[in-house]
């Protein structure tokens, strides 16, 4: 799988080439066209209670999202059994909108100037602009604010 990750000025998401579970080509951001999407960054398997947590609020309140968990950069010969993880791991409509990130966390935090230590929800129009940035445990407050940017 090829990944791009271009190094970004503040306030600006990434350029990233990636493969959705279904193997759809996604470039993000600019496959999120002339609206916003939520993009969360899950860098860790210890945050997946919080991703499961933000995905399902973002179902509920039909707010479009994609989900990034990173895997790490394992080689190809263990992608296909990461996906085919994740994929029993998910119900039908979060895998629609789950893209594996495989690349190791400090590619991409920097760029995205995080810790790394919580799932990090960005609102992002097509053209990069970070519009809101949530950081830390799922709380409604936060999903509120992620739901209200989107609309």
């Given at each position: ?5 271009t190094?970004?000025?503040a ?9 959705t579970?279904e193997?759809?080509?996604?470039k993000l951001?600019?496959d999120?066209g002339?609206?916003r ?6 860098w860790s398997?210890a945050?997946?209670?919080d991703?499961?947590?933000w ?10 999202f ?5 895997v ?11 996906i085919m ?9 979060r895998?629609?909108r789950?893209v594996?990130?495989?690349m190791?966390p ?15 929800v960005y ?8 519009h809101?940035?949530?950081r830390?445990?799922f709380a409604?407050?936060?999903?509120q604010?992620v739901?209200?940017?989107?609309k």
């Open positions: 799988m090829l990944i791009l990750c190094l970004s000025m306030a600006t998401f990434p350029t990233l080439d990636l493969f579970l193997d759809k080509r996604l951001p600019g999120i002339s609206g999407m939520a993009v969360l960054v899950g398997r945050q997946d209670d991703l499961h947590a995905t399902g609020y973002l179902l509920r309140y039909k707010t479009e994609w989900s990034l968990p990173l790490g950069n394992l080689g190809t010969v263990f992608d296909a059994a990461v993880g994740l994929r029993a791991g998910l119900d039908a409509d895998e629609a789950t594996p990130v495989f190791e400090p590619d991409l935090k920097g760029p995205l100037e995080s810790d790394a230590k919580y799932v990090d609102v992002v129009s097509g053209d990069g602009k970070i809101l940035h949530q830390g445990p409604d407050d936060k999903a604010k739901v209200a940017a989107v």
